[in-house]
């Protein structure tokens, strides 16, 4: 895999293409992220081939039993306010479809707030865990078009899924188009590229995560994809229990030196230096998280919209 044209306008004259900064990994690979001078959407450009499957194997996107874990209990109360505020949007709402579905712990919490659920997820493992773990029917078939469970639903979310993938072929469009109703809820979270976060922390920002995300998005940008896609955004958030204040930490770690990818080493490292200076940072971080969510300037940007048209 290679990536040298602009995943949302799929503009292929990209050699012109401001760069804002690159970003070299621990195996010493360079990655440009440059901005679109088609559409102005900020994209990871490289040209050398890799096997991006061999990235979703090791790090954070490894499989784990966190069901008794604090990072746990806090998706899980994050993901109920999502919910609460779906049926808020949509009373009548009852089937949802989670693309991008993970270990299916959205979908779990959906199920229990009476919500008929699917997902699809294409990594194999997760998507075994959410079957073993929580019974979930999930589909792994990389998706490309059409009907995926053979109906229409009337919530479709992605949560931190649109920024891994390119929006050729219409892939989004051909998703909502296929699989959510007219008048159905379409929920979209990604990080937000236009963050104090990132703009703070620059090329160490944890939600870079080069190359597997390849789109880092404005919210200027994520919601001209959903108008697009025929779909009227009706709310904002920029506020996250885990990812935005996550975020933060490293933000503030990287103004120390620090040079690690967080949420990693906080699943396979644990030190004790590490530890403490989590403990010590994380007041501020949530302090300053709250205030950069206030300002809509928070390190994730969730977008309520509606369908309103087939696109």
């Known amino acids: 895999m290679i990536n040298i044209t602009c995943p949302v306008c799929i503009n292929k004259e990209t050699k012109s293409d401001s760069i804002v900064f690159k970003v070299v990994t621990d195996s010493n690979e360079t990655y440009q992220i440059r901005k679109c001078q088609n559409c102005n959407h900020v994209y990871t450009y490289f040209t050398h081939d890799i096997d991006i499957s061999a990235y979703y194997d090791e790090k954070d996107y490894t499989v784990k039993d966190t069901k008794e874990s604090i990072f746990f209990k806090i998706q899980k109360l994050e993901y109920n306010l999502v919910l609460n505020k779906i049926k808020k949007l949509n009373p009548s709402s009852n089937t949802l479809l989670d693309f991008g579905s993970g270990k299916g712990l ?24 959410a079957k073993d773990h929580f019974g979930l029917e999930i589909n792994s078939d990389y998706y490309k078009q059409g009907m995926v469970f053979g109906e229409k639903f009337d919530v479709l979310t992605m949560f931190h899924v649109l920024e891994h993938i390119h929006l050729s072929e219409n892939l989004l469009n051909n998703l909502i188009t296929a699989n959510l109703k007219l008048n159905g809820t379409l929920v979209i979270e990604v990080p937000n590229f236009n963050s104090w976060q990132s703009k703070w922390a620059g090329n160490r920002w944890l939600h870079l995560d080069v190359p597997r995300h390849i789109s880092h998005f404005t919210p200027a940008i994520l919601k001209k994809v959903i108008a697009d896609s025929g779909c009227v955004v009706q709310r904002e958030s920029y506020f996250s229990l885990h990812l935005g204040i996550v975020g933060m930490v490293q933000t503030i770690f990287s103004w120390f030196g620090y040079k690690g990818f967080l949420i990693a080493d906080l699943k396979n490292k644990k030190s004790l230096g590490l530890l403490t200076g989590l403990l010590v940072v994380l007041p501020l971080a949530t302090i300053l998280e709250s205030l950069a969510s206030l300002c809509n300037q928070g390190g994730v940007v969730r977008c309520y919209a509606v369908k309103t048209v087939q696109p």
């Open 106 to 129: 959205f979908l779990k919490f959906a199920r229990e707030k009476g919500y008929a659920v699917k997902g699809v997820e294409s990594s194999v493992p997760r998507a075994r865990y």
